[in-house]
C-alpha cells in the first residue's frame, strides 16, 4: 500500500503562484508514475500533469507553460508548481501514483491506484 499526503493549497490572487506537495510513505518502491489531478465545483476529476518512471512529464492543455510537475525521489515528494494561476484552476487538487500501465493513460483517472485526500486551491480574480 502507498498513502499519499497533500499539502500546499490555499487561497491566492490571479496571476500568483502556489506550490503544492504530495509526501509519499509505504510501498514507494512499487510505484511508476505519479500525478496530479483536480475537481473543480460540479465537475468530474481530470487529471493536470504527471511524472513518469524516467522524469517523463505529460501536462493538460490547460496548464501546460503554466504548472510544473517535478519530484524528490529521495524525500519521495511529488511537487506541482503552478504559476500565473486563474479562477478557473479553483479546485481541489489530488495527489496520485500507480504501479504503471501504458503511459498514454497518464492522466486518465483510471489509471491510478492509490489517492491522496486532496488539497483545496481557490484563486480570485
Known amino acids: 500500500q502507498v498513502q499519499l499526503v497533500e499539502s500546499g493549497g490555499g487561497s491566492v490572487q490571479a496571476g500568483g503562484s502556489l506550490r503544492l506537495s504530495c509526501a509519499a510513505s509505504?510501498?514507494?518502491?512499487?510505484?511508476?508514475?505519479m500525478a496530479w489531478f483536480r475537481q473543480r465545483p460540479g465537475q468530474e476529476r481530470e487529471g493536470v500533469a504527471a511524472i513518469g518512471s524516467y522524469g517523463s512529464t505529460r501536462y493538460a492543455d490547460s496548464v501546460k507553460g503554466r504548472f510544473t510537475i517535478s519530484e524528490d525521489n529521495a524525500k519521495n515528494t511529488l511537487y506541482l508548481q503552478m504559476n500565473s494561476l486563474k479562477p478557473e484552476d479553483t479546485a481541489m487538487y489530488y495527489c496520485a501514483a500507480n504501479n504503471g500501465g501504458l503511459w498514454y493513460n497518464a492522466l486518465r483517472e483510471y489509471a491510478y491506484n492509490y489517492w491522496g485526500q486532496g488539497t483545496q486551491v481557490t484563486v480570485s480574480p
Open positions: 509505504g510501498s514507494t518502491s512499487s510505484t511508476s508514475w
